[in-house]
């Protein structure tokens, strides 16, 4: 999903969104796979999404559009020296980052992955070979 886009269903949240959580984990280098296993009684077959860091190493995706440690997190990531603020009240929350805009959303969490994601620069899509389906440069 594109940054702008992303910035548009933020802003619409009333509450935190496990989606958009992922959305924001795989702009940071997270990947995402199906895990399948068996059941050794029934031999019933379930599958759930894992989540791996940029490290590659199985973990559990932060939740940034609800905890303020984790956009922080986000903010330290995506803009690292970057300064920023945040304030909430019985309405919202706000932020800010850089010399932005102040942000208002439904919780400071979500206010401060708006301002980061606004000051972030824009990826480029990368171009898949449609015979292969591998990115080109």
Known sequence: MKQ???IKRL???????????????????YTRSLKVEIHPKSKKETSKAVWHSRAKKETKLPYYTRFINDAYRFA?????GQVGGVSWDSKGGSARMGKG??????NPA??????????MPE??????????GAGME
């Open 123 to 132: 990826k480029e899509e990368e171009e898949i070979d449609e015979d292969t």
């Open 76 to 80: 330290q990531t995506a803009l690292p």
């Open 101 to 106: 805009p102040y942000i208002t959303a439904a």
């Open 11 to 29: 802003t619409s949240l009333k509450e935190p969104n496990r989606g958009l959580d992922g959305e924001i984990g795989l702009l940071l280098g």
């Open 110 to 119: 979500i206010a401060l992955c708006i301002a980061v994601l606004g000051n």
């Open 4 to 6: 702008n886009e992303l």
